[in-house]
């Protein structure tokens, strides 16, 4: 944890400054320690260089247990194509220029596969998740001198309000408990004049004939090493006949979604290797979460709009997007 960091962060149950303890404030990491709050009644370790403000074992579990299994995965430095880095910035539709050396905050950040691109452009950036995947993802960036990785909970954010010009929550707020409650958390963390954009799952027909919400009430609740493991045994043959009814003149794409796999050939340019991965990955997360809560592109907008937000955009780019600014404050 680097010092300057302290400047934001806040005790997630009043609200205080905290103060450091047991580390060395001139350091440029700090390793260890305790972050205490202003009224020394609340502490939270610094473990591993990464401030610490929820319990070890949660309800995102799974997540910590696959992003630190496949930790590289989704990275574009490590795929070697630009596939989160395109669907960041059509999802945002921000600019590369305007993120340099602003503050961004990641909500959700996994093994840091957005966070790789917002660091790239220049952003001084938090990246915060609920699991274990602060780990994976501090371990792939650290090498970002602007990197700063904290372990917090979305519905108790240990960050002061208002200090963030962009603030971005993908592929994240559907696997929370309350979406509706997980959402209005993040707009009080866009700076006055800043941009917000998060995704959803899109609830509609289709979305919810996929074959996944007919094995979810058996998976979600089976232990994930177990999961995992039958997953690691059929997947590749799932793969292969999805893949096989793919190839079916006209109605191969429909065909193919039969299958509960996560399939990605002839959409993104993987090899067979990484087509084999990604498939592991992100079946995995369709099957593994505890909660999977798909949403309507009303409420979505009823949320940003009720939020105060303006300009709202709600649009298809990967999962339900909607993006929009706080309005500058009035003199």
Not at 94 to 111: F, H, I, P, S, T
Not at 235 to 245: D, G, K, Y
Not at 268 to 276: A, C, K, N, V
Not at 285 to 308: C, F, H, I, K, N
Request: with cysteine.
């Amino acid at each position: 944890m680097k010092t300057e960091l302290l400047e934001l962060l806040r005790c997630p149950k009043t609200g205080q400054c905290l103060n450091l303890e047991g580390g060395n404030n001139n350091a440029l990491e700090i390793d260890a320690g305790w972050l205490v709050s202003a009224d020394g009644q609340h502490r939270y370790p610094i473990r591993n260089g990464i401030p610490r403000f929820v319990p070890e074992s949660n309800y995102a579990d799974n997540f910590g247990m696959q992003w630190n299994h496949f930790s590289k995965t989704q990275l574009d430095s490590y795929s070697g194509h630009p596939i989160t880095a395109d669907r960041f910035w059509k999802a945002t539709g921000w600019r590369a220029e305007d993120m340099k050396g602003q503050w961004v905050l990641d909500v959700g950040c996994g093994a840091g596969r957005f966070a790789e691109v917002a660091l790239e452009a220049g952003a001084k950036l938090v990246a915060l998740d609920y699991s274990s995947a602060v780990d994976a993802c501090y371990a792939n960036l650290k090498h970002y001198p602007n990197l700063h990785v904290v372990q917090g909970d979305i519905y108790a954010l240990p960050l002061g309000p208002g200090e963030f010009p962009f603030v971005y929550s993908l592929g994240v707020l559907q696997h929370t408990p309350d979406v509706a409650a997980a959402f209005s958390a993040l707009p009080p963390m866009v700076r006055n004049g800043g941009r917000l954009c998060v995704d959803y799952y899109w609830k509609r027909f289709s979305t919810m004939l996929h074959p996944k919400y007919l094995l979810r009430p058996i998976t979600k609740r089976m232990q994930q090493p177990k999961l995992f493991a039958l997953l690691e045994r059929w997947v590749p043959s799932l793969l292969r006949a999805s893949q096989t009814l793919g190839r079916v003149p006209l109605l191969g794409r429909v065909l193919s979604r039969l299958v509960p796999v996560a399939n990605y050939t002839g959409i993104y340019p993987l090899t067979e290797q990484q087509l084999r991965e990604w498939a592991l990955l992100d079946t995995f997360d369709m099957l593994a979460p505890a909660y999977d809560s798909p949403q309507t592109a009303a409420t979505v907008r009823a949320w940003m709009e009720g939020a105060g937000m303006l300009d709202v955009d709600v649009l298809h780019a990967g999962h339900l997007v909607a993006r929009g600014f706080k309005p500058a404050s009035r003199k």
